[in-house]
């Protein structure tokens, strides 16, 4: 179809072809676009050359070709271009998106958001398809540099304009909010704040947020910025300059609005919580609470010797770790990897306490003598309040095979409370899974009740958190730091109520919410869990239901899964087998997963349907658990009465794939049977058999190492 005259023309004026820059050289710009719609893009821009050089530098000719020389790579040139362009008209739409789009590509994000709200806020009309790129490029731009609040505000700003006509963003969106490891604070959907009914400041307040509806953000937050002077403490001001400071990545601004929108008296205890945990969470320059990861490096006199007390230490365990793999270009690897323990495994596990489970103390690198280099420990550990006397267990350890004085080497930052509340346990080879639950719920009960509450944290201005909870002023600081900390734990799927802290504390608790008195769509995402679920109707609970799976919103998904299952009134209107798998895969621990993985196999039994898919989730689960016997007979199984319905051959191949137990391709792998035994579980134990560390989230205890591996794999025989 020939261009149409009548179209707008590509310069971004937002005059139609027929009475703008190109209106005599409409076949000539037909034949330009009809070439970049085929991917033909030498030659476009070679005939937009030629046009220019005929007809002078038209802005038409002049956007067509950069937008050409962008998608050739042709950075040099688009960037004279785009010079052009914007000195011939510096407020043009499309030249600004093209100098946006320019900048993403550069990396030079803060040019690039800049240059995208100057053309936001340009614009009058239609869309010029280059400022639509150029949200998303934008958008993309800062998901690269971690500004995911800002990121997700750009691209559903495109999502909005895209409507049928692209998927990209919509997909990326979904994937965003389908990371865990990103807290649901930042997974919100922000809306805009209402003002009041016969407000002073309706006029000027509606003239900001026209701006902030076209996408203009920075123009709108400067006209509230001026109405916030003039009238301060106003809720709707405040929390409209949060939200769009934050999606155009001004965190400091969106950290302070935030908070004195916290502040202010009539917010809801929940609203303001949530503010003020934003606010820390954002704040650019609030001082991070961090520990130094350090290697202290001890100079060995006689490494055989060492390698043979550390092989036959019960203090020490094997890093189950290929050493070569550490290999660089400052020299060879080390020769071995082992942990130290504070004490020597227990002979048994089945009625261990928590004070006879063994902690690892640090990981020891060995390395051989070098040219010109003496054999050396790498001790590795964190600089926390314990840092002196693991150290002096290293050298009351070893001390007869090292000399002189160790240096050390900050290896980088860890977040203080990760590492206060993280602890790393050497369990026996038989502690049972149940005795495994009991242990973690003690521990972690122990870290968050009494462990967290009397760390020194500079967020909290120095102050214990137990500290801050006692003065009355700073509640919902206290709360705030704890909805980050309850945040933190699900990012972790770790089970804890929270409330138990609250109370400890003598905070307000969360309590449940009636559903009659709330609007599903627009809760927030963190108080969806107190929802009394039991009370919906089944439209609410599938609205809510919705919601908390498309943002993996994973406390709320194992609540309201459940409850889904449980009604039969909804047997023909959701997918109850999606409902399994996610509880499945959210589930605490492994005795949660496999029970879920036993009703979906019932509810399937029942409807007479194949059972493969929920043996294949149980093989999961029985792999990273060691337990090989029970592995090989759901492999067994998979192959007798399974292996022709679809998907079962590939989704077992890459589950054994996956536990290293096949190649790609499809063969066993060329490794010895004891590593093969290791790679069952998710934490491997190593080749000496006793060595496998467990931390608190992990799926399994470590199991004993054998000459043969247990499990039979296809291939094998």
Known sequence: MALDPYQLCPCGSGKKIKFCCSKDIVPELDKVIRAVQGEQRVSALSSVAKLIEEKGPRLALLALRADVELALGQLEQADKTIDEFLAASPDNPVALALSAIHAGGKNDLESAIEDLQQSLEHLGGVMPPSVYSAIGVVGQTLLAHGDVLAARGHLLMQVGLAGERDENPIRLLMRINMMPEIPLLLKQDYHYAERPEGAEWAEAFDIAM????????????????????????????????????????????????????????????????????????????????????????????????????????????????????????????????????????????????????????????????????????????????????????????????????????????VPKVSAGLTW?????????????????????????????????????????????????????????????????????????????????????????????????MTLSLVQIPFVEVEKLSDEGLLTLYRRVVLKYAVTSIRIIAEEVLRRDSLNDTVDKNEAYDLLIRTATDSEDALRHVEDAKQATSERAESSARWLLAELSVRLSRYEAEQAQAIIQTLQLHHRDEPGVAQGLYEILASFGLITPDGTPPAMPAAAAQAAVAAQPAAADGGSALWTPDSPSESAPTEQKSKLWVPGMD
């Open 424 to 520: 790393r346990w050497r369990l026996p080879d038989d502690t049972p899974a149940e005795k495994r639950t009991e242990l973690v719920s003690e521990q972690r009960r122990e870290s968050m009740l009494q462990r967290w509450p009397a760390m020194e944290l500079k967020t909290l201005n120095g102050k214990t958190p137990r500290e801050l909870a006692a003065d009355p002023a700073n509640q919902v600081r206290s709360l705030a730091a704890i909805l980050l900390l309850e945040l933190s734990n699900e990012q972790n799927s770790a089970d804890f109520d929270f409330n138990e802290l609250r109370r400890e504390l003598e905070l307000p608790t969360c309590d449940p919410i009636d559903p009659a008195h709330v609007d599903a």
């Open 210 to 413: 026209q701006q902030a509806r076209k996408g203009a953000w920075v123009a709108a937050c400067e006209k509230l910025d001026d109405l916030e002077e003039q009238f301060p403490d106003q809720g709707a001001i405040l929390k409209n300059i949060a939200i769009l400071s934050g999606w155009v990545g001004q965190r400091d601004e969106a950290s302070i609005a935030w908070r004195k929108y916290s502040r202010l008296e009539g917010i809801p205890l929940d609203d303001a919580v949530e503010a003020e945990a934003l606010a820390q969470m954002l704040d650019p320059n609030a001082e991070r609470d961090e520990l130094d990861s350090v290697a202290v490096i001890y100079t060995v006199t006689d490494v055989e010797k060492l390698m043979e007390l550390l092989l036959s230490n019960s203090r020490v365990g094997r890093m189950p770790i290929d050493p070569a793999e550490m290999a660089d270009d400052d020299g060879p690897p080390p020769k071995a990897a082992f942990w130290l323990l504070d004490k020597a495994v227990p002979e048994s596990g089945v009625d261990l306490t928590r004070e006879q489970v063994p902690n690892v103390l640090g990981e020891m690198y060995i390395y051989g003598k070098e040219t010109d280099r003496p054999g050396r420990i790498e001790y590795s550990l964190v600089r926390d309040e314990d840092y002196d006397s693991r150290k002096q267990a290293l050298a009351e350890f070893a001390g007869e095979f090292i000399e002189g004085e160790p240096t050390e080497e900050v290896l980088g930052p």
